[in-house]
């Protein structure tokens, strides 16, 4: 209850400046898209993920970077961009095919952590009962969010190339499906 608080209090403030220049939040649509897809020939620093598992065709995949700790990590993406902190966000329609590659670029060389949402109904948020989710390093999921340590990676200043497995809910936490559960993935 206190984070949210802080994080309400947070969005009650006036933008923050820096160095004289006030942060900008843009509007939800548009948040840690601007210079986040990779170029074509990409020198980096980025990230190729390669995203498989996916459950179905359905809906949106979603490939999101955060600052490497875990009071960032899935944080509201209003409030790191408010803070100046570290976010990009990839969004494309989810493909034909399963296997597919998704390309983020980082601000710098460093650590960071990376998501990736299956949003099978497109509402833009996670649904617990209905989306998959994904994270760098493939940590083993449970019911809470992992820890940002289990996920961290080094982006150094070429193109770091990641397989992110999808998990979907299965039972009380979630997991990778097996080929027998992905519907129409092939």
């Given at each position: 209850m206190i984070g949210r608080l802080a994080i309400a209090a947070a969005l009650a403030l006036p933008p923050m400046t820096c160095a004289g220049a006030a942060i900008v939040v843009p509007p939800k649509a548009e948040r840690g898209k601007a210079g986040a897809a990779c170029r074509a020939g990409e020198s980096?620093?980025?990230?190729?993920?390669?995203?498989?598992?996916?459950?179905?065709?359905?809906?949106?995949?979603?490939?999101?970077?955060?600052?490497?700790?875990?009071?960032?990590?899935?944080?509201?993406?209003?409030?790191?961009?408010?803070?100046?902190?570290?976010f990009k966000r990839v969004e494309q329609p989810v493909p034909a095919v399963d296997g597919t590659t998704m390309c983020i670029r980082a601000p710098a060389s460093g650590r960071y952590a990376l998501s990736v949402l299956h949003d099978?109904?497109?509402?833009?948020?996670?649904?617990?009962?209905?989306?998959?989710?994904?994270?760098?390093?493939?940590?083993?999921?449970?019911?809470?969010?992992?820890?940002?340590?289990?996920?961290?990676?080094?982006?150094?200043?070429?193109?770091?190339?990641?397989?992110?497995?999808?998990?979907?809910?299965?039972?009380?936490?979630?997991?990778?499906?097996?080929?027998?559960?992905?519907?129409?993935?092939?």
């Open positions: 980096g620093p980025a990230v190729r993920v390669l995203v498989s598992g996916l459950k179905d065709r359905d809906g949106t995949i979603r490939l999101e970077l955060y600052p490497a700790n875990d009071e960032d990590f899935l944080a509201p993406d209003k409030v790191l961009i408010a803070a100046g902190k570290p099978r109904d497109g509402d833009g948020k996670f649904g617990f009962l209905r989306d998959g989710v994904g994270f760098s390093n493939n940590p083993r999921l449970g019911r809470r969010k992992p820890v940002a340590s289990a996920v961290a990676l080094t982006v150094g200043p070429g193109v770091a190339q990641v397989q992110i497995v999808m998990n979907y809910r299965r039972g009380l936490g979630f997991g990778p499906l097996s080929g027998a559960e992905r519907t129409s993935a092939r």
